[in-house]
């Protein structure tokens, strides 16, 4: 199984990214899948992450400082997921990693040390 993401780039405060995580390999649907960061000097954080098999509000979850900011979305047709980033800020600045394992269904986990495939990570630079 394979993650590639792709999207990242330098963006001005308050601008906007969309990341994109290609799945092979594997199928969504029966895997959560999380969107995971880590900034220079600092331990990954899991940023948010839903249910390859149900993307709703009541199986995704994300970290507080990104609520109303970054959305989670799953491509079902495509195998891919995406990462919607708004308004952001230079504390959005990281590596971005997606990631999935095989839970049961809608079960979903922040935690990444539960995690069994990882992309190769795509960097975010929120500076003007």
């Known amino acids: 199984a394979q993650l590639v993401e792709s999207g990242g780039g330098l963006v001005q405060p308050g601008g906007s990214l969309r990341l994109s995580c290609v799945a092979s390999g594997l199928t969504l649907d029966y895997y959560a899948i999380g969107w995971f960061r880590q900034a220079p000097g600092k331990e990954r954080e899991g940023v948010t992450c839903?249910?390859?098999?149900?993307?709703?509000?009541?199986?995704?979850y994300y970290l507080d400082s990104v609520k109303g900011r970054f959305t989670i979305s799953v491509d079902k047709a495509k195998n891919t997921v995406y990462l919607q980033m708004n308004s952001l800020k230079p504390e959005d600045t990281a590596v971005y990693y997606c990631?999935?394992?095989?839970?049961?269904?809608?079960?979903?986990?922040?935690?990444?040390?539960?995690?069994?495939?990882w992309g190769q990570g795509t960097q975010v630079t929120v500076s003007s």
């Open positions: 990631a999935a394992v095989r839970l049961g269904l809608g079960e979903v986990t922040l935690t990444g040390n539960e995690y069994d495939y």
């Open positions: 839903t249910s390859g098999s149900d993307s709703s509000d009541g199986s995704t």
